[in-house]
């Protein structure tokens, strides 16, 4: 399988990141680094073609910080393909606004623990959460067919 993770080629863009960092990925990076939500977090750390604001190889987790560029229809689409390359590859992305990390940072981490506590290392649901969704889910199937 051809590498992915931080080609080469994306090396000093990626450096260049990691100098000019927004207010609010310093702000964010303060609380991911150092394994502080339990998980080690990596910064502009690259996935193909792309360069993600925070990435936890531990369970797939992609954490993603928007500010108002992403509020446009072109952003909306570039975003929408971007995210179905990480998806269709096993990765979860969580996205938060500038304005959530400056005025509810304590939220947004706790957002990130919680589906980190929900998800586990595997990127994907605990067995027991999954096997209770399941049960859920099949359950609501049933009712429906009566």
């Known amino acids: 399988m ?5 080609l080469f080629s994306m090396r000093e863009h990626r450096k260049e990141l990691r100098k000019n960092q927004t207010p609010q990925e310093k702000i964010l990076w303060w609380y991911l680094k150092d394994k502080r939500t339990g998980h080690k977090f990596r910064r502009q750390h690259s ?17 993603e910080i928007d500010g108002r560029i992403h509020n446009t229809p072109e952003a909306r689409e570039y975003d929408q393909i971007r995210d179905k390359f990480f998806t269709d590859l096993g990765y979860k992305i969580l996205r938060f606004s500038n ?17 980190q506590d929900s998800y586990g290392k595997s990127g994907t649901r605990k067995k027991n959460e999954r096997t209770q969704y399941l049960v859920e889910k099949a359950s609501k199937v049933g009712q429906r067919a009566q």
């Open 99 to 115: 304005d959530e990390i400056s005025k509810d940072i304590n939220s947004v981490i706790e957002k990130i623990k919680s589906w």
């Open 2 to 6: 051809a590498r992915i993770h931080n």
């Open 47 to 63: 996935v193909g073609g792309y360069i993600l604001d925070f990435y936890c190889a531990e369970n797939k987790l992609i954490v």
